[in-house]
């Protein structure tokens, strides 16, 4: 979800229920050598708590002494990721391309557990490289192995990137193979589907991504649906109107008009998605850059 889960998108999804949420994966060399966008991203607000700051990285030491400096941090977990697909960050053997090396898995997750001596770690894996590397059970035992707290694994390979269909019974699997907690993750675009995750997998939390692009009812709607069996309805034109503006002001808060604004076209195009002449408002939408602009013309389609 590397831009997208900002700071604003977070709250957002705090706010509207989300248990836990995850920052944007930081890189450990980034912070290392003191990169200012990467000691951004790893920046924590009050109001998102509890809140995980996923760093990735594919040298041990490294990884142990930015774990050690979050110890500081406002992060409540320290999250290692070993699932990212994007090709700059597995060939550089990061992400997702750690499977494919469980002795370093092993030494990584174990630096980081020894030195964040305030922080929970945990570990986002995916299913395996491709379909003759599928070692996500074995990976989930390492990660226990060397002191992570829980697991998150998504159902697809890396040579799967977001295609095809989520495999729920690898992560019926790990849960079988691990005493942590294990968290199900992909393909969850709805209450049910949640439910569903959860009683197939037996898993112990759901992890919603996609599912809450341009979406962060997603949340409240999961937890109703969760604890009462009903099916909120999905949000009117008037609650996307208002959840957009309130979005983007925060971005602009934190980023500046500019940014903010460049910032916000994507994820109004993931709010309209679907939507009758939302391909006329987003073509719209992307050559404006007054937020002034934007609201004038989303209230006009919204009407």
Known sequence: MAGVTDMP????????GCGLVCTEMVSAKGMHYA??????????????KPASVQIFGSEPAVMAEIAEKLNHSDADI?????G???PKITRNGEGCALM?????????????????????????IRKGWNESNINAVEIAKIAEDNGAKAIAIHGRTREQFYSGKADWDIIAKVKEAVSIPVIGNGDVFSPEDARGMLIRTNCDAVMIGRGAQGNPWIFKRVLHYLDTGE?????????????????MDMLIGQKGEQSGVREMRKHIAWYVKGMRNSTYV?????RLSSRNEIVKVLKLFFL
């Open 100 to 124: 494919l090396n469980p002795t370093l898995t092993g030494n990584i997750i174990s630096a980081v557990s020894s030195k964040a001596a305030n922080k929970t770690v945990t570990v986002k």
């Open 35 to 48: 990169d200012e966008r990467s000691n951004k991203l790893a920046e924590i607000n009050e109001a998102e």
């Open 78 to 82: 320290i999250d290692i990721n070993m």
């Open 231 to 247: 099916l909120l309805p999905q949000p009117s034109g008037d609650d996307k109107l208002n959840m957009i503006i309130h979005h």
């Open 282 to 286: 987003k073509q719209e939408i992307f």
């Open 9 to 16: 998108f977070r709250i957002l999804c705090k706010e509207q």
């Open 84 to 86: 990212c697909p994007t």
